[in-house]
């Protein structure tokens, strides 16, 4: 189960690295209080305010200046990068 779960990580950051043209990825993986696993799959551009640090797990979370729009069309094409990594 843990290296089908690994795989799946692996599948989503390339994924979204691909489909966002990161320059990198970051991969969280945490389990504190309940017992279960998850990860944080986030992408990081060089020009990002958080380049070079750690992604932020609280607070706000970056403006996006092209909005809505952008989140959309990226998770759609997200979908279609997911369905043809299966």
Not at 57 to 64: I, K, Q, T, V
Not at 72 to 80: N, V
């Amino acid at each position: 189960a843990r290296r089908m779960f690994i795989d799946d990580v692996a599948r989503v950051a390339q994924a979204v690295q691909q489909t966002l043209t990161a320059d990198k990825i970051n991969i969280g993986l945490f389990g504190d209080l309940t017992p279960h696993l998850h990860a944080h799959v986030v992408p990081k551009f060089a020009q990002g305010a958080d380049w070079g640090a750690s992604f932020a797990l609280s607070g706000e979370p970056a403006a996006d200046p092209a909005g809505a729009d952008r989140i959309e069309g990226a998770f759609a094409a997200l979908q279609i990068a997911l369905a043809a990594a299966a």
